[in-house]
């Protein structure tokens, strides 16, 4: 396992990622105003079709639903970067942080090109594949969020878990403000029973999150509603909110690691 100045370098360059985030907030406001008048312009299935999604998004924080990963298609995944045999996730718990950092921004890169053909391939009939689109980003959202989670030696399973990852998708979408208080509420996430029942309670109100996530889409999905040339729109659309998500996931799984690393000690060998 990697020293406790390893540990150190690698949570430094996290806390100035976060920082960063700070100065992505007047592109995003930017690109999320022309989603009201995308709003008026919806037809009503659209609309239908993202409440579905606010049933769909709690019925997984409650059970897990159908978005639930396979741990065994990620324990062969491991397997293949580390070259040791890994039949549960304990095993995964003890490898070092920047192979984890490295799986998991390989999954990542494989994520955004499923995202890429996904978005290329609705974007073809425009406004009337839109209503296929969305859900199956969301799909792939929750998968991608899910995977970086085991690479990480994190149970989805578990319901705490899977209001960490809620979290993970919230953060990617929200404005500088809501960064900054994602950051603080999970910053010592896990560490009792109590913080972790404070984070699930915050998500009575998750139907922001489905609010937040709808809205990320802006104005690429406005061009998306246009027939033919969505293809390029929704490729660079689904590709562009993958990448982002899967960076936020890596980050702040990584940073969760690394501090309960140098809470246990973290001297390594």
């Given at each position: ?209 489905t609010v937040t996530f709808t809205e990320q889409f802006g104005w690429k999905k406005l061009f998306q509603m246009i027939p033919v040339a969505g293809i390029l729109f ?36």
């Amino acid at each position: 396992m990697e020293s406790r100045d390893q540990l150190l370098k690698e949570l430094s360059l996290i806390e100035k990622w976060e920082k960063d985030q700070k100065g992505l907030w007047f592109w995003e406001r930017l690109g999320r105003l022309p989603f009201k008048m995308l709003d008026m312009l919806t037809p009503k299935f659209i609309q239908d079709k993202i409440g579905t999604l606010l049933d769909e998004l709690g019925s997984y924080i409650q059970t897990g639903g159908q978005y639930l990963s396979s741990e065994k298609s990620i324990f062969h995944f491991i397997e293949k970067k580390t070259g040791q045999q890994i039949n549960q996730l304990a095993d995964i718990q003890d490898i070092p942080v920047l192979v984890m950092k490295q799986a998991a921004l390989d999954l990542g890169e494989q994520r955004k090109k499923v995202a890429t053909v996904q978005g290329a391939s609705t974007g073809i009939g425009g406004i009337f594949t839109l209503a296929i689109d969305i859900p199956a980003v969301l799909g792939i959202s929750l998968k991608t969020l899910q995977e970086i989670a085991m690479i990480h030696g994190y149970d989805p399973n578990d319901k705490a878990e899977r209001v960490f990852i809620i979290k993970c998708l919230q953060f990617s979408s929200a404005d500088v403000v809501g960064k900054q208080a994602i950051i603080n509420e999970l910053s010592d996430y896990g560490k009792s029973d109590k913080q972790t029942r404070e984070a699930i309670s915050q998500l009575q109100g998750w139907r922001e999150v489905t609010v937040t996530f709808t809205e990320q889409f802006g104005w690429k999905k406005l061009f998306q509603m246009i027939p033919v040339a969505g293809i390029l729109f929704g490729a660079f659309a689904n590709r562009s909110m993958i990448s982002d998500l899967a960076e936020t996931g890596t980050m702040l799984y990584q940073k969760r690691r690394i501090v309960e690393r140098l809470g246990e000690g973290g001297d390594g060998e």
